[in-house]
């Protein structure tokens, strides 16, 4: 009885915790929208002086920022790996970026912003990593690794 009153209210704190899961989904497609239309607006085009233009750049601007408050008062955070381990299980490798002055499997580069509801994934990261970099020691072998390396 102990093991049902105990796995019940896991589940029910699941449920409140990732119920929104499939509709922060939906926002987050809708917020890249709003950053592919800013993003699409031309540097000259912004600096034109053009109050128009201006008034409805900054009122997507709004619209997005508010979005995203909303989506991180309900547990969605976004997650901005840049310089940061791989992660396979936050991030998707779209590429890799030869680059032998950092580790290998180093994120150097953000194509999407991933996103994450408590501790479950909602959307990875795209990034591309480092090749050719050393190899990424564990904490208790770098002093191994630096004596190989002066004989």
């Known amino acids: 009885m102990e093991n ?3 796995r019940t209210q896991k589940d029910v ?6 119920s929104i899961a499939g509709f922060a989904r ?3 497609a809708v917020a890249d929208n709003l950053r592919r239309a800013l993003d699409a607006v031309p540097a000259e085009a912004r600096n034109s002086g053009d109050k128009g233009l201006e008034t409805l750049i900054e009122g997507v601007e709004l619209t997005e920022r508010s979005m995203m408050q909303g989506l991180e008062k309900y547990g969605v955070k976004r997650l901005t ?5 791989f992660d396979p299980n ?3 490798a779209m590429f890799e970026i030869p680059n032998t002055e950092v580790p290998n499997n ?12 408590g501790e479950r994934c909602l959307r990875p990261a795209m990034v591309g990593v480092s090749k050719g970099g050393p190899k990424n ?5 770098v ?5 190989r390396a002066d004989n």
């Open 143 to 147: 002093g191994e690794e630096a004596d």
């Open 81 to 85: 790996p840049t310089n940061e381990k």
């Open 4 to 6: 049902l009153r105990r």
């Open 137 to 141: 020691v564990p904490a208790g072998d």
């Open 90 to 92: 936050l991030h998707q």
């Open 13 to 18: 704190k699941d449920a409140r915790e990732y």
């Open 106 to 117: 180093t994120v150097l580069q953000v194509v999407q912003d991933g996103f994450v509801i």
């Open 26 to 28: 939906e926002m987050l």
